[in-house]
């Protein structure tokens, strides 16, 4: 069965330094890769995701993410972060072909004004 | 319209009691989805229904009873809960399928006495 770490559990950051999310997920197989986001007090909302080409993916607010298969990696990154990034942020893995998606624990990221 | 809407917001039962949860979306998505999230843990999936078809049961106990009634409803039906099923339950809907961008309604926060 596929399953997604998320190594980082709390990050606290100052405002306009970057940022980088560490995701893995355990399975052989061709993946769809999401990252989600969870404002305080709000909906989870997509961040972005990864089908399939470049393996470079740029989402909402400055986001993006790059996969790297050999390391069943996929990581989150942000250059220069803003207090508005304070949110939970999660990763989550659907294995192709199969209708299961398995999010990772979530990471608490705190941004310092 | 990108919102999935739940009610109730709040609901605690004793364990003899019956309720039901109730998910609406009115963007055409044709796949729905509920979730089951625990304090400080991922939402972890229960059921998926696409095109009003139960395609998945991740092994939920049967005190757990989703319902399809249209492509734009979505219920789950409680009944003999157990205290260790207090948690958030979440609804989502996708365009067609698992591998399309999910939208979150905000939860309905379970209690059971």
């Known amino acids: 069965a596929q399953s997604v770490s998320q190594h980082n559990h709390h990050v606290i950051l100052s405002e306009a330094a970057s940022l980088e999310l560490g995701c893995n997920y355990s399975?052989?197989?061709?993946?769809?890769l999401f990252w989600y986001v969870q404002y305080p007090g709000q909906h989870l909302q997509l961040l972005l995701k990864?089908?399939?080409?470049?393996?470079l993916v740029k989402g909402i607010k400055g986001f993006e993410a790059e996969f790297i298969k050999s390391k069943f990696s996929f990581n989150l990154r942000k250059p220069s972060v803003q207090w508005s990034d304070t949110a939970e942020y999660f990763c989550?893995?659907?294995?192709?072909?199969?209708?299961?998606?398995?999010f990772g624990a979530g990471t608490r990221l705190t941004v310092k004004p | 319209d990108t919102e999935v809407t739940q009610t109730p917001k709040h609901l605690v039962m004793g364990m003899t009691n019956k309720k039901s949860l109730k998910c609406e979306q009115h963007m055409g998505h044709r796949a729905m989805y509920w979730y089951k999230q625990k304090a400080k843990k991922p939402p972890e999936l229960m059921f998926v229904y696409s095109y009003e078809k139960l395609s998945i049961n991740e092994s939920v106990p049967s005190r757990f009873s989703p319902e399809c009634p249209n492509s734009s409803l979505l219920n789950l039906h409680l009944h003999a809960l157990q205290p260790e099923d207090s948690a958030l339950y979440l609804c989502?809907?996708?365009?067609?399928?698992?591998?399309?961008?999910?939208?979150f309604g905000p939860g309905t926060r379970l209690t059971v006495l």
């Open positions: 990864y089908f399939s080409g470049d393996p």
């Open positions: 989550a893995v659907n294995a192709l072909n199969n209708n299961d998606m398995r």
């Open positions: 989502a809907s996708s365009q067609w399928g698992i591998t399309d961008t999910q939208y």
């Open positions: 399975y052989g197989g061709t993946v769809n």
